[in-house]
């Protein structure tokens, strides 16, 4: 046999994987079965935009001609199946790391956030916490009390509870609730505190402040995401031998182990991965296939906005900041060189849970954040604002309600070829990148099982020392 020969029978050999859905979800999920069974499987990406990335995107400005997130995205050190992806292909050199935040409210000065590293998790926090100055003593012994219970309280115990009653039971003030769980709370899951599931608070302060050193340290792209999702990693699962078809938008998945593009065409399949966000499933799959559906159709989504803001002249030299009792939450200057005097200093402010950002007038909401900037940032003051945009994506996240926890599935479906990835899948992280990474190694997974029995684990989380692992229940 000639190797054009052998090699035509191997590739007639593999079985067709065909992922639906370009975001991080479709491209983790790509990159297990190409990495670890590139003799098993030939892997296509169908993908309905022209680049891939999904949410975690750029767009290209018309006025000032740059490449800017539709809204910055930052990773926490916990998200190990995030960094581990990113590592796996060479990329883990395009964030910045950064231990510390610095937390500007109205009326105090500036607090520093800095877990100490001479002392073991969770105590690491302790003097972190006493030094955020706009938390009185009572305050901050409220919240150590109510994170001891966090602590003691393994998360199975906490399904279908709402976060705020329960933090109003054990002692948590109003202005604690504000100041301090809400600030959190609010960025981490993008959405208010009234709303969200207590698994999903623990989930945030446990695994993402208190179990390990580092898993609060943030990572920003050094680069716009569309060159480093849509980009580079793109690229490297390519090499990997995946194809990425872009501008191919699929219209639905038959029972008959195929799906109907929209052009009409259809393409057959071993294995067929849905990787589309939760509100577009029940369009594109079989209704008997997953529980459900249309629970996942209606679930509410929560809007992030981001306002893109170019001044004259630098209003921080800091390159992040959180802001406390504002209408702003976050700030950002420019994680990467270019242009920068070109098209004036770039900084985006972030507002998740946005619903009441987003009904104020365009023009009044820049002007209530630039107040808040002003005061938090006194150079701020001599600066002119240039340019402006306000994005906002109504669907950014999905809510991470105790009813919405109840109904994620899991990547397998009632079909052995049908399976499912994004970060709406029962990840147990909130809708973040992790999760999305999370949910394409637990498609993977599910497809190996049904394949051939095989099997493929989720990355470790940040290892927890003796102490986190003698205080904190699983
Ligand atoms: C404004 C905003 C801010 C955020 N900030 C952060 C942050 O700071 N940190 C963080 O970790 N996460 C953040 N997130 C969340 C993060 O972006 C998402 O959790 C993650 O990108 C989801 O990835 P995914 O692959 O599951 O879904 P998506 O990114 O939505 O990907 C789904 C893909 O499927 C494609 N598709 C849909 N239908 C079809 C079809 N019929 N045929 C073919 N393709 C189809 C879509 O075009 C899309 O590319 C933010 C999200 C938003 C919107």
Not at 230 to 245: M, R
Not at 309 to 332: N, Y
Not at 467 to 474: D, G, N, V
């Amino acid at each position: 046999m000639n190797a054009v020969t052998r090699q035509a029978r191997n590739s007639s050999l593999k079985k067709q994987v065909l992922i639906v859905g370009g975001g991080l979800a479709g491209l983790a999920t790509a990159e297990s079965l190409a990495r670890n069974y590139p003799e098993r499987f030939d892997i296509t990406i169908l993908e309905a935009k022209r680049s891939t990335g999904g949410r975690a995107g750029s767009f290209q400005d018309s006025k000032t001609g740059g490449t800017i997130d539709y809204c910055q995205h930052v990773a926490m050190g916990c998200c190990t199946s995030f960094l581990g992806l990113l590592e796996r292909q060479g990329l883990d050199g395009q964030l910045h790391r950064y231990t510390r935040l610095k937390f500007f409210h109205p009326e105090h000065a500036v607090s520093t956030f800095s877990p100490y590293r001479w002392l073991p998790a969770p105590f690491h926090l302790m003097p972190a916490l006493s030094n955020l100055r706009y938390l009185n003593r009572s305050q901050r012994r409220q919240i150590q009390r109510a994170l001891f219970r966090l602590f003691r309280t393994g998360s199975d115990d906490l399904t279908d509870l709402l976060a705020e009653p329960w933090l109003e039971e054990h002692g948590q003030d109003q202005a604690t609730i504000k100041d301090f769980w809400s600030v959190i709370v609010v960025s981490a899951l993008g959405e208010s505190i009234d709303r969200v599931s207590l698994a999903a608070v623990r989930k945030v302060f446990i695994d993402g402040f208190a179990a390990a050193h580092g898993a609060s340290d943030v990572l920003v792209p050094k680069l716009p995401l569309a060159d480093l999702i849509g980009g580079q990693l793109t690229a490297a699962i390519e090499q990997l031998g995946v194809e990425v078809k872009t501008g191919r938008m699929v219209r639905q998945v038959s029972s008959e182990k195929s799906v109907v593009m929209a052009d009409g065409q259809t393409l057959t399949a071993d294995h067929v991965v849905i990787a589309v966000p939760w509100h577009c499933v029940n369009d594109l799959v079989p209704s008997d296939a997953v529980d459900n559906l249309e629970g996942l159709a209606a679930a509410p989504a929560s809007p992030i906005s981001g306002l893109h803001l170019w001044f004259d002249q630098q209003i921080t030299d800091l390159p992040h900041a959180v802001l406390v009792g504002t209408v702003a939450q976050w700030v950002f200057r420019q994680p990467w060189e270019q242009e920068q005097a070109a098209s004036g200093f770039y900084y985006q402010v972030v507002i998740s849970a946005s619903q009441s950002a987003r009904c104020l007038p365009r023009q009044e909401l820049i002007d209530v954040v630039l107040r808040e900037l002003r005061h938090a940032f006194p150079a701020a003051r001599g600066a002119r604002l240039v340019q402006s945009k306000v994005v906002t994506d109504p669907k950014s996240v999905f809510s991470i309600t105790p009813q919405f926890e109840e109904i994620r599935p899991t990547s397998s479906t009632g079909l052995p070829w049908l399976h499912l990835a994004g970060d709406w899948i029962a990840t147990g992280w909130p809708a973040t990148m992790e999760s999305a990474v999370i949910s394409g190694r637990m498609a993977a997974a599910s497809v190996l099982q049904s394949d051939f029995g095989g099997n493929l684990d989720v990355e470790a989380g940040l290892p927890r020392g003796w102490l986190a692992r003698y205080l904190i229940k699983p």
